[in-house]
């Protein structure tokens, strides 16, 4: 599997919007994070929703952020976090 | 919150402030349990995919949050195979107006109480109306268990789908999945190699112990320990473990805890009843993609010398989702 990141590589997720099917939740774009763990390769949700029998496989990460990153003014611990899954295509290195 | 322009549908929920969670998780009636069981048969068969059974949820606009979860799958099941082509519109109307018939009741004259004579144990005994009544104020089927009906005989006309399919999937439901995740973890805290083995790559762990789960997703088991808190959502759907834990708890699918886990996960615990000190980290979870996670608690002190299935009959589905913890 040749994958663009590595696990505690810094990313950010992309910003920009999407128009149909997508799983990159619109809280966590533009928001930096690290690799986690690479879950493997899946075909393209984007795809798959619009009946595209052959989707293309692409590689899938888990991404953690802090909450402190995520939210203005969170409330919690600094030491809380958020984990989820984002796709190659809506990562980039910062 | 910041860039609700960038929001993809109603369903795009994370980070939104919400009403408290209503915690009642009433049993699912038999017609929610036909509609699960029919999207669940037909996305394992790749007769239509989960993604694509998503996206057309997603579409609903407005009426997203004016139907129900299950009137919502429904309605982008049958959207899908109009789509599709695997029925049109008129042969779906003759089916499902076979189906509404189906239900009717012959209205029959009821008897008479007055004239009806008898002893019993050798007493005269007299009867009111109600006695030989029925389901008078019933209210029949709700109109999306025909939908969901007329759509399950047109496919499994075409030979697409069974009837023991579905059958086979609402037992499943029923009385094996809900039990998976339980015997699982009393293996975890009865046997420390497997333990490990689950906290590294839990599905080939738990098909290994016999469960082989019918699901195209991989499974991540995390543990809760002294200075994590693990708890699980999923904002943008209900993606749950379900061929390990059962159906997710009404709770897991409302708004309320999809927008609030990710932006104030200790106000939402402590409306389960679990607090957290703040100087212990919470590790919140969005099973947005292709994972599907377990959450392993910790084993409670009181149970020296129990056995598995003993340990099994204490472990709770909230346990495993990280809304609460073993006392």
Redesign the interface.
Known sequence: MKTKFKIDDLVIVDDRLSTSHCRTPSYIRGKVGIVERICGEFPNPEEIALCNDNPSIIPLYRCRFKQADVWENYEGSDKDTLELEIYEHWLKKI | ???IY???GPH?V??ENSIPIDLNDPEMTHWEKYANALRIVVSSKRII?L??L??HT?KLGDAYFEIGYFERNCLSLHNICL??GIYDEELFKKVKLRKIAEFDVPKINLPDPNTIEHLHDGVPHSHEVSDFQEDETGEGPPKYYYDTLAIAEIMIDLGLITKEDIAQKIDQFDNVFPNRGKTVVAKAWSDEDFRQYLLEDAKTAISNIGIKLETFA?I?CMPQSSETHHIVVC??CSCYPRTLLGMPPSWYKSRSYRSRV?????KVLAEFGTIVP??????????????RYLILPPRPSNTDGWNEEQLSEIVERDYLVGVRLPD
């Open positions: 919150m910041s860039k960038k929001k993809m795009d994370g980070g995919t993604d694509e998503r996206y997603e789509n599709k991989d991540i904002t943008l990710v932006h104030e996960p200790r703040k100087n212990k980290e919470i590790k919140v979870h969005d099973s947005n993609a292709d994972m």
